[in-house]
Structure formats: structure tokens, C-alpha cells
């Protein structure tokens, strides 16, 4: 398993066509075949700035996932409203203590 990591900010007026586009699409996002997890945070000191976590199976599901109408349709909708290039990491997760 590992997990993907991405920093995106936004313009602040675009803040809420941001949120409903990810509500509208985030059922669709977890249950993509792959996907463990998902969570989305927004900074503490800078409202225009949010994460997204999702665990995934494998890199293939993930790549599967990003050529997917899904993604697409998230993904067109998303971009535009930018203020930053959007940063993604994917990590190995090691240990997790709950």
C-alpha cells in the first residue's frame, strides 16, 4: 500500500466550486477500484490551501485511476481554479499508530 499526497491552492473565490466539485465526486474517488482511503484536510494558516490523502493498492491502480473519466471529470473542473502548482508525493506508508 502506499499513499498519495497532494498540496493544491486556490484562488479564494474559487474555494467553494472547489468543495462541491470534490463532494460531488469524492464516493466515486474511494470506491475507484484501488483506492483504501481518502481524506481531505485544509490548512490551519492558510484557508486556500488543501491536501488530499488516499491510500492505494498499488502504483497501477493509481495510474489506472488517473486515466480514468473519473479523474478527468474531476481533474477539469479542478485545475482552473488554482492560484499554485498543485504538488503530489506518493509515499510508501511504514507504520501507522491509531
Not at 492558510?46 to 478527468?72: G, Q
Amino acid at each position: 500500500m502506499f499513499v498519495r499526497i497532494v498540496k493544491m491552492g486556490f484562488h479564494k473565490e474559487h474555494i467553494e466550486t472547489f468543495l462541491a466539485n470534490f463532494n460531488a465526486n469524492k464516493e466515486k474517488i474511494r470506491h475507484f477500484e484501488g483506492c483504501k482511503f481518502l481524506e481531505l484536510y485544509r490548512d490551519k494558516n492558510d484557508p486556500t490551501i488543501f491536501f488530499t490523502y488516499s491510500y492505494w493498492d498499488t502504483e497501477n491502480d493509481l495510474e489506472h485511476y488517473r486515466h480514468s473519466e473519473v479523474f478527468k471529470n474531476v481533474w477539469s473542473k479542478t485545475k482552473p481554479l488554482f492560484n499554485i502548482r498543485p504538488l503530489a508525493w506518493s509515499v510508501d506508508k511504514l507504520e501507522s499508530l491509531n
